[in-house]
């Protein structure tokens, strides 16, 4: 009896991902003909498909994804399709809704967080995109263009699920200049448990912003750290921290001179939060609450080894207040969940009938809407600029001006403000009702209003360097 078995086989992926780079297609084929020849295959035909460059369309509502290049594009169509294949909006809109008590325990905190939908991420390479190529990473975490443009994508496509890609993409983009034994100690443990998490502190209670202005004397910063042969001895409070409560390592920024100016008296240590000393003091319930919880944390006696300084002694201030600039991130995947928002607004309007017509058709809602889209590209604008300045401008240890920074805290404050006033006036048919569509996004943005300091308070800051 003879056989004569055929298979056409074809292999998929399951997401768009940039993977026809320098000779991989050629190792493919090598690969499937030695598996052929060691089982005594016969191959009649094999090739691997070409990418079609320059099809990818989308994002029609921001002008950068045309100036991308075809590897960026493939990334930012990787993140669409992993947002509109895995985020349910509803799902992340009710994980940050759960209440959220003072006392909120670890474990309450990590059940806020999508961890199917991390895991995911990690398996098409959406999560580690800021880790160096060496760890196993994207190796993006110094190209700002690329990860502002996905962050984008990530909150017009995902909401709120954006902040679980901008937040490890920041602190891993600050990691990538700090000393080579941290980074051998964080990026495997990150890259090997997909609940790696981790956050970066800085505020303290009733000196806030003063630590940035700066008032620059010694009365700034009452979270101090002396050394103690090998380690550093951290006692105080630290408050509004993104994440710290889910987080296995904060970046964290503490006076370590008593006597001296702030901008002259500050360090930055990596500190496990496993280390004993260091606890969560309280969960704060924000007026809208994002999927990572804000907390507030309790140092006393907290003991961190000298090998997980991140900065030299009393030489933080420049780095931490450069490191800011990493915000802007945050703020763009905002911006694409706004834009989406602004896109459901626009759409009601051109559907709610009053007077025998559309009301978009009125002078008084269309105008709003035109300037509700206004608005939208001239922060789209200002944040662009801002990563194109820290492509172009960030020195060997990836320092630059916060500048930029400044300014897009101040303006995206300017705009959501304002778009919400449009909002209240394009839905006011249906009254001030927790059933209005964009109810959740305005909570989240009215307590947004106060991250990285006020918009004024931005211009203050601005003032003194310009």
Same mark, same amino acid.
Request: overall charge positive; proline content about 5%; some cysteine.
């Given at each position: 009896?003879?056989?004569?078995?055929?298979?056409?086989?074809?292999?998929?992926?399951?997401?768009?991902?940039?993977?026809? #780079?320098?000779?991989?297609?050629?190792?493919?084929?090598?690969?499937?003909?030695? +598996?052929?020849?060691? =089982?005594?295959?016969?191959?009649?035909?094999?090739?691997?498909?070409?990418?079609?460059?320059?099809?990818?369309?989308?994002?029609?509502?921001?002008?950068?994804?045309?100036?991308?290049?075809?590897?960026?594009?493939?990334?930012?169509?990787?993140?669409?399709?992993?947002?509109?294949?895995?985020?349910?909006? !509803? #799902?992340?809109?009710?994980?940050?809704?759960?209440?959220?008590?003072?006392?909120?325990?670890?474990?309450?905190?990590? &059940? #806020?967080?999508?961890?199917?939908?991390?895991?995911?991420?990690?398996?098409?390479?959406?999560?580690?995109?800021?880790?160096?190529?060496? *760890? @196993?990473?994207?190796?993006?975490?110094?190209?700002?263009?690329?990860?502002?443009?996905?962050?984008?994508?990530?909150?017009?496509?995902?909401?709120?699920?954006?902040?679980?890609?901008?937040?490890?993409?920041?602190?891993?983009?600050?990691?990538?200049?700090?000393?080579?034994?941290?980074?051998?100690?964080?990026?495997?443990?990150?890259?090997?448990?997909?609940?790696?998490?981790?956050?970066? /502190?800085?505020?303290?209670?009733?000196?806030?912003?003063?630590?940035?202005?700066? *008032?620059? &004397?010694?009365?700034?910063?009452?979270?101090?750290?002396?050394?103690? !042969?090998?380690?550093?001895?951290?006692?105080?409070?630290? %408050?509004?921290?993104?994440? @710290?409560?889910?987080?296995?390592?904060?970046?964290?920024?503490?006076?370590? &001179?008593?006597?001296?100016?702030?901008?002259?008296? %500050?360090?930055?240590?990596?500190?496990?939060?496993?280390?004993?000393?260091?606890?969560?003091?309280?969960?704060?319930? %924000?007026?809208?609450?994002?999927?990572?919880?804000?907390? $507030?944390?309790?140092?006393?006696?907290?003991?961190?080894? &000298?090998?997980?300084?991140?900065?030299?002694?009393? @030489?933080?201030?420049?780095?931490?207040?450069?490191?800011?600039?990493?915000?802007?991130?945050?703020? %763009?995947?905002?911006?694409?969940? /706004? $834009?989406?928002?602004?896109? $459901?607004?626009?759409?009601?309007?051109?559907?709610?009938?009053?007077?025998?017509?559309?009301?978009?058709? =009125?002078?008084? +809602?269309?105008?709003?809407?035109?300037?509700?889209?206004?608005?939208?590209?001239?922060?789209?604008?200002? +944040?662009?600029?801002?990563?194109?300045?820290?492509?172009?401008?960030?020195?060997? $240890?990836?320092?630059?001006?916060?500048?930029?920074?400044?300014?897009?805290?101040?303006? *995206? !404050?300017?705009? +959501?403000?304002?778009?919400?006033?449009? @909002?209240?006036?394009?839905?006011?048919?249906?009254?001030?009702?927790?059933?209005?569509?964009?109810?959740?996004?305005?909570?989240?943005?009215? /307590?947004?209003?106060?991250?990285?300091?006020?918009?004024?308070?931005?211009?203050?800051?601005?003032?003194?360097?310009?």
């Amino acid at each position: 009896m003879v056989y004569d078995t055929k298979y056409h086989l074809v292999w998929m992926q399951k997401f768009r991902k940039w993977v026809q #780079r320098q000779d991989i297609p050629k190792r493919v084929l090598e690969i499937f003909s030695d +598996i052929a020849a060691h =089982h005594g295959f016969e191959i009649q035909e094999l090739r691997v498909a070409p990418e079609k460059k320059g099809v990818i369309k989308m994002l029609d509502f921001t002008f950068v994804f045309d100036l991308l290049n075809e590897e960026q594009k493939s990334l930012v169509a990787l993140m669409k399709e992993f947002c509109q294949r895995e985020v349910d909006r !509803k #799902r992340m809109n009710e994980l940050a809704d759960k209440p959220v008590p003072p006392n909120a325990t670890k474990k309450d905190l990590m &059940d #806020r967080i999508p961890w199917d939908i991390i895991s995911k991420a990690h398996d098409v390479g959406l999560r580690q995109v800021a880790v160096p190529k060496e *760890y @196993g990473g994207g190796g993006y975490g110094d190209r700002w263009i690329t990860m502002h443009a996905l962050a984008e994508a990530a909150g017009y496509y995902g909401g709120k699920v954006g902040r679980l890609f901008t937040l490890p993409w920041k602190h891993c983009s600050t990691l990538c200049y700090a000393p080579k034994p941290i980074q051998d100690e964080f990026f495997p443990a990150f890259m090997k448990n997909r609940k790696t998490l981790f956050a970066a /502190s800085i505020t303290e209670p009733d000196h806030g912003s003063d630590l940035l202005m700066p *008032y620059d &004397d010694p009365s700034v910063g009452k979270t101090i750290g002396y050394k103690d !042969k090998d380690e550093w001895v951290i006692n105080g409070e630290k %408050m509004f921290c993104t994440a @710290g409560g889910v987080s296995d390592y904060i970046i964290l920024s503490v006076r370590t &001179d008593k006597n001296a100016k702030i901008s002259k008296a %500050m360090t930055t240590f990596l500190c496990p939060t496993n280390t004993p000393g260091f606890s969560v003091h309280r969960v704060n319930d %924000m007026m809208g609450n994002e999927v990572p919880s804000n907390t $507030q944390f309790l140092f006393e006696n907290c003991r961190i080894p &000298d090998r997980l300084r991140m900065t030299p002694v009393n @030489g933080a201030y420049e780095e931490m207040r450069s490191r800011l600039a990493g915000k802007s991130l945050h703020f %763009m995947t905002f911006l694409g969940e /706004s $834009q989406w928002e602004w896109e $459901q607004m626009r759409d009601y309007a051109k559907k709610r009938i009053q007077g025998g017509k559309p009301i978009i058709q =009125h002078p008084n +809602i269309g105008m709003l809407i035109a300037e509700g889209d206004c608005l939208l590209r001239t922060l789209r604008l200002l +944040i662009y600029q801002d990563a194109w300045d820290c492509d172009r401008m960030q020195d060997k $240890q990836g320092l630059v001006s916060p500048l930029g920074w400044w300014y897009v805290n101040f303006w *995206y !404050k300017k705009v +959501i403000y304002r778009l919400i006033e449009i @909002g209240h006036e394009v839905y006011g048919g249906m009254a001030p009702q927790k059933e209005l569509p964009f109810e959740n996004w305005v909570r989240v943005n009215m /307590s947004i209003l106060h991250g990285g300091s006020t918009g004024s308070l931005s211009l203050v800051k601005a003032s003194k360097i310009l």
